[in-house]
Each structure stands twice: as structure tokens, then as C-alpha cells.
């Protein structure tokens, strides 16, 4: 929406103030298109759009590329809807039938930039899609994340005579530096970054000048540093497969990228800064789908590894190794305070378990996006502990800034390396588990329970109480194996399954967390309505839902105490004619209860820490399954996105 142009009349003002918000509103649920840039010798065309397939897991719901042409004047190209033609039915919109005729690129150009864009401040369009580009012509952005002055900004720009063509916060970007140019293409950009407020990455390019700047505050931004090329983008996907050399922009770096692998690192006030080089930490086949369908399933399947990846250099250096992940822990731990977002917080929860019946330390785990709005009593050795997969959780970094700021002892669990949590965080653990792509988290909950057990194993003074876990721990990838015998059962009865409108997932104790994130799964990736509840609450309300709609999901393992009580709930449902799938280690007992046209899916036995991670996997397949039966877009459901970069 044009800010000025809507202004004109009181209830035009009143409309305009409540789209504001409403795009305020879809600001807090997320955000996290994805950018990149090329500088080189090879058409940058290609490599922008093959990099841009990458970044698709971000999430996305339009896309665009910008370039200089022969004649060195900016184009931009953008589309709604998908990058590839083959990923949309015959006659709709996406990137790739602009820009390609008989299988071939249309244009060429060395210099180029690209983005996916998920609809924040305006409606998925082709207008509201970057690059944006600047009234003159002159500069092409692409940008990730909000400008959150941009309303201040517009008019002010307005006002100067700058004609608006998106309803994007981010076109102000390209306006300012317009504004600014005045000869000094790098001057005009750093004026400009005095002048944003918010979190943000962006890239520009300029008719002016044969090289892109990249500028990072908040938002994500590397460099992939080739012989003769520079891919500056949101992570190292897009260029992995063309160098392992990369630099990880601070907040608050600019980046001037020139022909031949060349370029320059400054702060945002012009001083020249020293970057260290390091190395991508994995290879093309991690981001590729190796014959899979879908990146899930690849990524459900990897999980004998990643697990084992996450303890098996540790276990036998815990003293060492894991101690120096967690340096200076305090000796007299107040609380452990387990901080994340979905799976991740599940995970956290998980946590909690352990260390309170454990390791006897008072224990919680907390959605980051309450905690951050709580104004919470935090103590000087409170312990609390980020988890993550992406690192780049808004909601949780910002939790992570409130507990740091208060003297905690902070530490971050996180799959992605260099990540902004786990620069923040300063220590803890990586998860080595490879980059997830589907957008539902699988293989990190898995791997984040392995580190959350080598994390209280430090806090466990007792030799025989580690060594039994390493043991169960070393068991575990074969374990996990054998849960996939059930894969074909699970997708035989996926079709009955995809019939019940509502599920309810009932754990008790460790296998609490289990069910709700059984249910978010469900949710997310077939779209079905699933609630995860305590088992030992469902009679406390939710039995009043028991009908053939609904199918009741247990998980039944653990410690006899648990199971003997989880089992009695299960029985409640049974006695009201409820259906339900059983997802238990002591299948005969339960055979006993259950009737033909129920469920039962058989998982090894292992130590109560350890089950979440055998009891999810089953979950994971049956979400799988049934959304793949329902022809669900299982590797980017809708409405979601993998990296959260927005509170
Ligand atoms: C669920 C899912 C999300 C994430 C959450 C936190 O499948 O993917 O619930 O777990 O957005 O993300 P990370 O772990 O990247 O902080």
C-alpha cells in the first residue's frame, strides 16, 4: 500500500493505520526470505537461480532476480509463486519461464542478485517481490528482514518526491541510497544504514559501479569466497557446492564484493576490518534429496547418524570435551532454564525432565516467545540454555539477550554453525546433525536430546550413571534402525489413518514432549487438526471430544509407573469405544486391550532419557505418510518457513 497516497482522508488514514498493523501482525509470525548475490566470470543468472532453489526451505511465496545487462543498466525479474516451472501446475506463475526459453537463460550478466520473499509488510505480488529498485533506476535491493522505521522513512521520502511502486517496508532501502548517491556508490550506502531502524540483511547493486554490496544488522549474511567469484547470500547453500571458503558477517559489517574474488569488510562507520576464513562444515550431498521424495523422509532416515554424530566423539572425552563446550558452568546451579521454539522448546522440555530427576537441580523449560514478554526473575546461576536448529530464531535469540543481560550462565545447543544464537551464546554445543531443509524439524529434536544428555551428565557426579547412558547411547543407532521396520506398516495404514479430522497425542512424564511434538507434526505437514496433552489430563476435559472422529495417539513406554498409568488412561478411552495407536515397547501386554481396527507400532526399549528419541521417529513417519497420502507439500507446508528471523 502507498502510505501517501492513502493518507489523503480520515478514513483513509484509519484504513492505512490498520494495514499497518495488520503487516505488524504477520511481521510477528515470521520472516525469513532469503538473499543472495554473485560477482564473477560465469553467468550469474544461473548460479542466482540454482542458489535461490537452495534457499526455497526458507519458505517463500514470490521471487525475484535483478542484474546489469550488457548495457550495464538494471533489470529486475520477479514472479509470484514458485522459482521452478516444474514445481507449479501448467500455466502458473514462477520465476523460471521469464528468465529461461528452450532450456536456456535469456540473459546473461556477471553481476546479480536474487530473493526469496515471504509476504510481511504486503501481499504476495509480483510488485511487492524484490529487487526493489530506486526511482532513478540506478540501485536494485534485495533484502531480508524488517525496517521497522520504514513508515517514518517513506514519508520523509515521499515528501522529497520519491514515488513508491511496492507496499514493502524494504523499497525504502533502494529510495535512501538514491537520495544519498552523490558520486560514492559506498557513502550512499552507509548514510543509509544510519537511517534504518530493525533487523536486516540486503544487497545492492548499481548502475554506477561494477560491484554489490552486502550490509548485515540482525539478519543473516555470508560469503562464499571463490576464485574468481563472491556469492554473498542468507547461509552457504547457494555456493557450497562451489567453494568451502566462507565469511560470516558480524552485525553492523558491510561487504564490497569486486570481480576476480575480491572485496572489502568494513563497519558501518567505514572502518576496514580483518575477517578470518573459515571452512563450510558440509558437503552438496547433505543439501541434496538422494533419491529420497522428499527432504523429510531423507532427513527422518538419517537419524541412526546424526544422533550418533552428536555424541560419538564426545562420549568417551565427557571430562574434556563436554566440559570445555560448558566452561566456568557454576558450581551451585540455581536453575537450568531450557529456552526454544517449537520442536526445539520439546526438546527443552525433554530437558527439564532430565535434569530435575536426575541431576536434582530445579529445572524448566520455557516458549522464548512468552518468556521474552515476561519480564522473568532470572539469578546469577540460573543456567539457561538456548536451543536451536536454525540458530536464527528471533524469539529465542531475543531470550537469550534478556537472560545474558542478567548475568546468567548462558549456552546455546544449535545445529547451524557460525549461527547468530550460537555466536551469541559464545559456547555450548553444536549438533553436527547437517542442514535440515524440510521445513518441519526432525533430525534436530533427535540430535538436541543427545546433547541435552551430555549437558547433565556434567551435572551428575556418578561414573555408573554416565557410563549407562554412553552405553544406551552407543545402542541407539541400531535401535533407531530397527524402529524403521515399521515403515511399511506405517505406510499401509497411513490412508486409514488420513481419515480422522482430529487426533489427540497423550504422553505421560518424558513422553509428554513426545506427544505434543507428535501433534505438531501432524499439524503441520498433513494440516490435520492433532492436540498433544498430558495423558493424565485428558480426563480432565479433552475425553469429552472421544467420537470416530477422533483417533487417540499414545505413547506407552518408560518406567513401569508410567507405562502401568499411561496404559490405565489409554484403557479410559477404550471403555468409550475411542480408537486409538499405541506406540509401545511391550507390544503382547498390549495387544491384550486394543481392537482390529486399532493401531500398534513396536519401538525398542531403552532408558527413559533416551526414549523420546525412539518414540518420535515412529510420529515423524506417520505425519509423513499421511500428508504424502493427502499430497500435502511436505518439504514447505504452507504458512511456514524454516528460519523464524522475526518475533
Ligand atoms: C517444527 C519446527 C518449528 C521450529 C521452531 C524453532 O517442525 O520446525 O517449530 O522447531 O520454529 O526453530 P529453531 O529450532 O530453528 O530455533
Redesign the pocket.
Known amino acids: 500500500m502507498d502510505g501517501a497516497r492513502v493518507y489523503k482522508n480520515k478514513n483513509a488514514l484509519f484504513i492505512y493505520i490498520r494495514c499497518c498493523l495488520d503487516a505488524c501482525l504477520i511481521c510477528l509470525v515470521v520472516n525469513m526470505c532469503g538473499i543472495i548475490g554473485y560477482i564473477g566470470n560465469d553467468n550469474g543468472i544461473e548460479v542466482v537461480f540454482n542458489g535461490l532453489i537452495r534457499l526455497e526451505y526458507r519458505g517463500y511465496d514470490s521471487v525475484g532476480i535483478g542484474f546489469k545487462d550488457k548495457k550495464g543498466k538494471i533489470k529486475a525479474v520477479k514472479s509470484v509463486g514458485r522459482i521452478q516451472r516444474s514445481d507449479v501446475a501448467p500455466g502458473m506463475p514462477n520465476l523460471e519461464e521469464k528468465i529461461k526459453e528452450n532450456g536456456r537463460f535469456k540473459f546473461d550478466s556477471q553481476i546479480v542478485i536474487g530473493h526469496t520473499r515471504w509476504a510481511t509488510h504486503g501481499a504476495p505480488s509480483e510488485r511487492n517481490a524484490h529487487p526493489h529498485v530506486s526511482m532513478s533506476g540506478r540501485f536494485a535491493i534485495v533484502h531480508n528482514g524488517i525496517i521497522e522505521n520504514y513508515y517514518t522513512l517513506k514519508k520523509e521520502l515521499v515528501d522529497k518526491g520519491y514515488k513508491f511502486s511496492s507496499e514493502t517496508d524494504s523499497e525504502v532501502i533502494a529510495h535512501l541510497i538514491d537520495y544519498f548517491y552523490n558520486g560514492d556508490f559506498v557513502e550512499a550506502v552507509r548514510k543509509t544504514l544510519t537511517k534504518l531502524d530493525g533487523a536486516y540483511s540486503f544487497l545492492v547493486i548499481s548502475e554506477v559501479d561494477d560491484f554489490i554490496i552486502g550490509a548485515k544488522k540482525g539478519s543473516p549474511l555470508c560469503v562464499g569466497i571463490g576464485n574468481d567469484e563472491i556469492i554473498i547470500s542468507s547461509d552457504e547453500m547457494p555456493f557450497v557446492d562451489r567453494t568451502k571458503k566462507v565469511i560470516y558477517l558480524n552485525d553492523n559489517e558491510l561487504i564490497i564484493a569486486y570481480f576476480n574474488g575480491n572485496y572489502d569488510v568494513k563497519s558501518f562507520e567505514g572502518i576496514d576490518i580483518e575477517k578470518e576464513i573459515k571452512g563450510v562444515p558440509y558437503d552438496i550431498e547433505a543439501i541434496t534429496k538422494a533419491g529420497y521424495k522428499h527432504f523429510m523422509l531423507k532427513e527422518i532416515h538419517e537419524q541412526p547418524t546424526t544422533v550418533k554424530n552428536a555424541f560419538i566423539s564426545r562420549v568417551d572425552h565427557l571430562d574434556t570435551m563436554v566440559r570445555d563446550n560448558f566452561p566456568n558452568l557454576p558450581r551451585n546451579i540455581n536453575r537450568v532454564i531450557y529456552l526454544?521454539?517449537?520442536?526445539?522448546l520439546y526438546a527443552g522440555m525433554v530437558g527439564m525432565y532430565i535434569t530435575e530427576r536426575y541431576a536434582h537441580v530445579p529445572s524448566r523449560s520455557e516458549y522464548a516467545s512468552e518468556f521474552i514478554y515476561r519480564d522473568p526473575v532470572i539469578f546469577r546461576n540460573d543456567v539457561c540454555i538456548a536451543l536451536?536448529?536454525?540458530g536464527?530464531?528471533a524469539d529465542?535469540k531475543e531470550a537469550l539477550k534478556i537472560v545474558k543481560d542478567k548475568g546468567a550462565y548462558v549456552a546455546g545447543i544449535v545445529n547451524t554453525v557460525g549461527s547468530q544464537i550460537a555466536r551469541l551464546a559464545g559456547k555450548g554445543m553444536y549438533l553436527h546433525a547437517g542442514p535440515e531443509i524440510g521445513?518441519?524439524?526432525t533430525k534436530?529434536f533427535t540430535s538436541q536430546i543427545i546433547a541435552i544428555n551430555l549437558f547433565n551428565m556434567l551435572l551428575i557426579d556418578d561414573d555408573d550413571y554416565r557410563q549407562s547412558i554412553i552405553n544406551e547411547m552407543k545402542r541407539l543407532p541400531n535401535k533407531i534402525k530397527d524402529v524403521f521396520n515399521n515403515e511399511d506398516y506405517i505406510r499401509d495404514i497411513a490412508p486409514m489413518i488420513a481419515r480422522y479430522k482430529n487426533f489427540l497425542y497423550l504422553g505421560r512424564d518424558i513422553n509428554y514432549p513426545v506427544a505434543l511434538e507428535g501433534a505438531?507434526?501432524m499439524k503441520?505437514i498433513a494440516y490435520i487438526h492433532a492436540e498433544g496433552y498430558s495423558s493424565g489430563e485428558m480426563k480432565h476435559g479433552p475425553i469429552a471430544l472421544v467420537d470416530d472422529n477422533l483417533l487417540s495417539v499414545f505413547i506407552i513406554t518408560g518406567g513401569r509407573d508410567i507405562y502401568q498409568k499411561t496404559l490405565n488412561n489409554l484403557l479410559e478411552i477404550k471403555s468409550r469405544n475411542g480408537k486409538v495407536l499405541v506406540i509401545t515397547d511391550n507390544v503382547d501386554e498390549m495387544r491384550k486391550y486394543l481392537g482390529n481396527d486399532d493401531y500398534i507400532i513396536k519401538v525398542p526399549n531403552t532408558i527413559p532419557q533416551l526414549t523420546p528419541i525412539i518414540n518420535i521417529i515412529p510420529l515423524q513417519l506417520l505425519s509423513y505418510y499421511v500428508a504424502d497420502h493427502l499430497g500435502r507439500e511436505i518439504d514447505k507446508p504452507r504458512n511456514l518457513a524454516k528460519?523464524?528471523t522475526v518475533e
Open positions: 526454544g521454539c517449537g520442536t526445539s536451536s536448529q536454525s536464527e530464531t529465542t521445513v518441519a524439524s534436530a505438531l507434526k503441520e528460519s523464524v
